[in-house]
């Protein structure tokens, strides 16, 4: 689904966060809305093949910085540098194709464990939410995939005091001062779900009300025309 882009924009003007990190560069196009409303985008990629396309696609962003390598040694080099809190959207995991990672597929946990000690206030986003909260699907290796728990586990290691949900496949984790920003959203997203699914509900329940209604005309339609075949 991708970024939740409505919430990440509230959080930028609610707390001014300057500098939106993203791992798992793709074709880039997160970084190119990032961009849009965040002073510094970095964005890491390690399938060369893709870092040079969305690089040379998105040229002309001048806040975007385009790099190169394995997301932990990256963000190792970078996050010292960044004195303010950052948002992250983490998306650095395998999922086939041209994407990096077949024989290392989900470097997650040691994303959270460098953010924690290099930037411990910030805001942590990770997409494809369902394949921690289950086993992927194949080929992907079990075993190199943590699950939801050691996943909020790693992420409330850094303070103990942060919140976090999962809602239309990400995770989010933020620190308690921005919950109610969050929380609201979520209530938000819930709500309209909620009112979609009575509104189908209904909606199911009149095509069951009509197809009654019909079936109690029919009937007697039917019995004439018994009646009258009978009759000839």
């Known amino acids: 689904m ?5 919430l990440i924009s509230q959080l930028n003007r609610d707390f001014g966060i300057k500098t939106f990190v993203e791992t798992g560069t793709y074709y880039g196009h997160t970084a190119k809305w990032a961009a849009s409303i965040f002073q510094e985008v970095l964005t890491i990629e390690y399938s060369r093949e893709l870092f040079e396309h969305a690089k040379g696609e998105h040229k002309d962003s001048e806040n975007i910085k385009f790099l190169f390598g394995d997301s932990r040694t990256v963000l190792n080099e970078v996050l010292p540098n960044i004195s303010s809190p950052v948002l992250f959207w983490l998306d650095a995991h395998w999922s086939g194709g041209k994407t990096y ?27 494809d939410a369902r394949l921690f909260m289950s086993p992927p699907q194949a080929p992907h290796k079990i075993d190199q995939w943590p699950d939801i728990f050691s996943t909020l586990s790693a992420l409330d290691v850094a303070s103990g005091q942060r919140y976090s949900v ?27 779900i909620w009112a979609e699914y009575s509104y189908q509900d209904k909606l199911s329940n009149s095509r069951k009300a009509l197809q009654l209604i019909l079936e109690d005309i029919k009937q ?11 009759a000839r």
């Open 2 to 6: 991708g970024p939740p882009t409505n």
């Open 101 to 127: 990672g077949a024989s290392d597929q989900c470097p997650l946990i040691d994303e959270i464990e460098i953010i924690n000690q290099l930037q411990p206030e910030s805001f942590i986003f990770i997409d």
């Open 220 to 230: 007697p339609i039917r019995s004439l025309k018994s009646k009258w075949a009978k």
């Open 166 to 192: 999962i809602i239309e496949d990400v995770i989010i984790s933020v620190p308690q001062y921005a919950k109610q920003t969050v929380a609201k959203y979520c209530q938000g997203v819930n709500t309209k």
